[in-house]
Structure formats: structure tokens, C-alpha cells
């Protein structure tokens, strides 16, 4: 008996969906708005990324080349604290 009476429930559910979907009565769903991607910007932009990745990796070359050719020089910046300890003196 149990089972009868949620079959009837269960078929007079598919029936209201049904009568919904013959009237187009669509007004328990949200209209779906969505914006169109600019495939030409996005390309653009990542043209700009990667122009900018390349430079950036050019500079690390340079150093990398300095690095094993022994050319580089490193100085080392005075701190306060060396300032302070060299007029102590």
C-alpha cells in the first residue's frame, strides 16, 4: 500500500513537470546571462606575458653567462650598523 501511494506521488510529480514543460512555464529557473569571452584580447594579453617572460629570462641568461665566465663582481652595500662601527672606530 506504501508503495502505491509513492508511485501516485512520483507520477503526479513527472506530470506537473510535464504540463510545465508543455506551457513553457520556465519561471522557477533564473535566465542564464553569460558574457562572451574577447578571444582576440585574451591572445593579445598572453602575447604580452609571455614578451614579458622572454625579457625577464634574457636578463637571467646574461647573469648566468657572467656567472660561469667568472666576470662577475659583487660588492657588498654598507649597512647602518657597518657606518655606525666605522665612525666608532
Do not use: C, F
Not at 593579445?44 to 646574461?62: C, H, R
Amino acid at each position: 500500500m506504501k508503495t502505491n501511494k509513492l508511485l501516485a506521488v512520483i507520477i503526479a510529480l513527472q506530470g506537473l513537470m510535464l504540463i510545465g514543460q508543455w506551457t513553457g512555464n520556465t519561471s522557477y529557473l533564473p535566465q542564464a546571462h553569460a558574457a562572451v569571452p574577447d578571444p582576440g584580447a585574451r591572445q593579445v594579453e598572453m602575447v604580452d606575458t609571455l614578451k614579458s617572460i622572454d625579457s625577464k629570462l634574457d636578463k637571467l641568461d646574461a647573469i648566468a653567462s657572467m656567472l660561469q665566465s667568472g666576470e662577475l663582481q659583487v660588492r657588498v652595500a654598507k649597512t647602518e650598523e657597518t657606518k655606525g662601527a666605522t665612525r666608532a672606530k
